[in-house]
């Protein structure tokens, strides 16, 4: 008798598709020829195996090993000769990848995206009654958490193993391509009677020869520089890939690189420039798999493709052809501070696990060469070994909401695979008390009954659900989708200035909020012409994006009766829009400090400085709200609205109550 895996084999090498009985197109007989070379291929036969006789299971194997592309789509096979109705999920930590694995996934399938395969992200579900294998971002299956999808996985995973002592019928892969799978096992087997088999991927990878600098770097950006130009002058063929903490820095490496005088004029090879990161279009990322540039003339000597990217191209994304990795060994990180409440995004130094995982990128097809910008001395001895989970250091007010909406009711026994700091918990559950999410006694309220519903940060929620009150509802619609949306503003390189001009035609002085809804009033308008966006250097992308987001929202406030109004006179919405925000954001608000052009964080006494992309005009506002705390050279805050200090009393009593509100500048300035 065939064994699982054969028959699987079988389906997938002869015959007609299993799901849409049509024979295969020539298309799926290329990939096909693709996928038999991956390693998790060969092993078919022994994860049918496993897969058949045991409930939960954790696979082990490299990035590019075929996890995410094949795993599933064995299971889909596995589960398509039996009960109707049954759907593979395969969870992704963020928005890009799992659009794209469904994407590639649909076509080495040989069937149409969006029908037997889909994709649900925040804000877009890609799948039919008839979808029998979905990609999801791990947020939108837990209830759109902002921020930090990656924690999501760990609460779904928290919840799954509660679940599959109940549902047993209900299969768990969890794929994983670190290092630190005995954790996973041992959280797995922890308090659980359900056996939990780990299954490894074995890979053929190649030697990669690690190379440190000497002395430690002053400006890695520059020794990167320096090492791509090194590399492509004096090594054998292959291309590079360069990790960098952002898109700025990745956005100047480029220019650098392609303006570099040797490089123009030495008849040395072509180098192209592909940047990665998460901010650019489905578009620009597929560079990525475009093939090195041809040699100038022909015989002349070859060209290179230099990939430079964030952290995505450490885990996520496989990139085929890699020989050569320049490490600075930096990465940026969103890493929440409970005490003085603050998200920052920081550049920290990456851990071994890190490192070694960066360093793997150059072995997939033939023995490579890792090029770590510091010493080995400072590997050894300043490196962590690990890198922190996310968990440990995200605020987590979306994330207690949705677990209290659940019937989590002990928070802090909750069944964590790395349990966060009691005080952040204690921060998120102050935070959403003060927004009336939940009472005293920590019961959901019927407000936060509805915010939980809303795929949006608690603040913004709140904020929505409260504008009616305030005739503005329209108009904060507009504003939660266009700040769930990416960067709608575009800054092409070596074109800054044009940008900002550009910028300053949507400007309204005193109101960031306002002026990202003036954008997508104006885009709405001008929605025939084709070019419109691009040549008011913004992204298309992101505004269609943010349409798609307040289509969405807009059904929520139906479901919910959240009435969608907007006052008539138009001298007053901007007054009623901003305290509509105070409702949502007061614990995000910042007094100048006078004649220096800086602000004071109300509750916690930060200095920052309003980003300079601000609109807050020449004359500086006394009183601020504010969306987002950054902190990177200094503390920085953006997306800032003027308020009047009377509203904070008006609209968030409770918490400005001065009889106990500490005394101090603010104290005094609010009593004034
Ligand atoms: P893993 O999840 O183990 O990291 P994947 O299943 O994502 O591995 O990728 C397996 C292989 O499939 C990659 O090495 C790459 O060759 C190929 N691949 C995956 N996605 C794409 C894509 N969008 N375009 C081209 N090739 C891809």
């Given at each position: ?247 700025e ?238 960067v709608?503003w575009?800054q092409?390189?070596?074109?800054q200035k044009?940008a900002d001009a550009?910028k300053a035609?949507?400007s309204?002085p005193?109101?960031d909020?306002?002026t ?80 220096s052009g800086t602000y ?8 920052v400085s309003p980003d300079p992309s601000c609109a807050l005009g020449a004359?500086p506002a006394?009183?601020v709200?504010y969306n987002e705390f950054v902190l990177t050279t200094r503390p920085n805050i953006r997306t800032i ?32």
């Amino acid at each position: 008798m065939k064994s699982k895996g054969e028959k699987v084999k079988e389906a997938l090498e002869h015959g007609r598709n299993t799901f849409t009985g049509k024979s295969y197109s020539s298309t799926y007989k290329t990939l096909l020829s693709h996928r038999k070379k991956l390693p998790v291929y060969e092993q078919m036969d022994e994860f049918c195996e496993c897969f058949s006789n045991n409930q939960v299971m954790i696979v082990v194997g490299e990035t590019g090993s075929g996890k995410t592309t094949q795993i599933p789509q064995f299971v889909a096979h596995l589960n398509s000769s039996q009960t109707e109705g049954k759907i593979t999920v395969c969870t992704q930590p963020r928005r890009m990848s799992a659009i794209t694995a469904a994407t590639r996934v649909a076509k080495e399938m040989d069937v149409t995206l969006g029908a037997g395969v889909g994709y649900t992200i925040r804000f877009e579900d890609r799948t039919t009654p008839r979808t029998f294998l979905q990609y999801a971002t791990d947020g939108a299956l837990l209830r759109g958490d902002v921020h930090e999808q990656t924690l999501a996985t760990d609460i779904l995973m928290a919840l799954l193993k509660g679940l599959v002592k109940k549902r047993r019928d209900l299969k768990v892969i969890v794929m994983s391509a670190a290092t630190d799978s005995d954790k996973l096992q041992r959280y797995w087997n922890e308090g659980s009677a359900i056996k939990v088999l780990t299954f490894r991927v074995t890979c053929r990878t190649f030697p990669v020869k690690i190379v440190y600098t000497k002395e430690p770097e002053p400006d890695y950006i520059e020794a990167a520089i320096r090492t791509v130009l090194t590399i492509h002058y004096t090594e054998g063929p292959g291309d590079i890939l360069v990790f960098l903490t952002g898109a700025e820095e990745i956005e100047e490496a480029c220019i650098r690189l392609e303006n570099d005088e040797y490089l123009k004029t030495s008849g040395i090879g072509p180098l192209v420039c592909i940047p990665l990161h998460a901010s650019l279009s489905l578009q620009e990322q597929k560079k990525i798999y475009d093939p090195p540039p041809p040699p100038r003339f022909i015989g002349g000597p070859p060209g290179r493709k230099v990939i430079l990217a964030t952290n995505i191209a450490e885990t996520s994304l496989t990139i085929d052809g890699i020989v050569y990795v320049v490490d600075p060994g930096f990465s940026k990180e969103a890493i929440y501070n409970p005490r003085i409440r603050v998200e920052c995004l920081l550049v920290n130094p990456i851990s071994k696990a890190s490192a070694r995982q960066r360093a793997g990128r150059a072995g997939r097809t033939k023995p490579g060469k890792c090029f770590r910008l510091f010493t080995e001395k400072d590997f050894q001895s300043e490196l962590e070994e690990h890198t922190h989970p996310q968990i440990l250091k995200s605020n987590l007010s979306s994330v207690v909401l949705t677990l209290v909406k659940l019937g989590i009711k002990d928070l802090v026994r909750f069944d964590y695979l790395d349990a966060p700091a009691p005080e952040t918990l204690m921060r998120a559950l102050e935070l959403l008390t003060y927004l009336a999410a939940l009472d005293d006694d920590g019961n959901l309220t019927s407000l936060g009954t509805i915010m939980a519903e809303f795929p949006l940060e608690p603040q913004l929620a709140k904020t929505l659900i409260v504008s009616p009150d305030f005739k503005c509802s329209n108009e904060i619609l507009t504003l939660a989708a266009m700040l769930s949306a990416p960067v709608v503003w575009r800054q092409p390189r070596g074109q800054q200035k044009e940008a900002d001009a550009a910028k300053a035609l949507f400007s309204v002085p005193g109101s960031d909020h306002l002026t990202l809804i003036n954008v997508y009033n104006e885009y709405k308008s001008n929605v025939h012409d084709k070019n419109w966006a691009h040549s008011h250097y913004l992204s298309l992308k992101a505004l269609s994006q943010a349409d798609k987001a307040r289509d969405l929202l807009q059904d929520l406030m139906e479901q919910f009766d959240i009435e969608l109004v907007s006052e008539s006179d138009p001298q007053k919405l901007p007054g009623l829009v901003s305290q509509a925000l105070v409702c949502g954001f007061f614990m995000q608000v910042a007094h100048s400090v006078k004649g220096s052009g800086t602000y004071l964080t109300i509750q916690d006494n930060q200095v920052v400085s309003p980003d300079p992309s601000c609109a807050l005009g020449a004359k500086p506002a006394e009183w601020v709200i504010y969306n987002e705390f950054v902190l990177t050279t200094r503390p920085n805050i953006r997306t800032i609205t003027e308020i009047r200090p009377e509203w904070l009393l008006n609209y968030a009593s409770n918490y400005f109550d001065l009889k106990y509100f500490p005394d101090g500048p603010t104290n005094r300035a609010l009593q004034n």
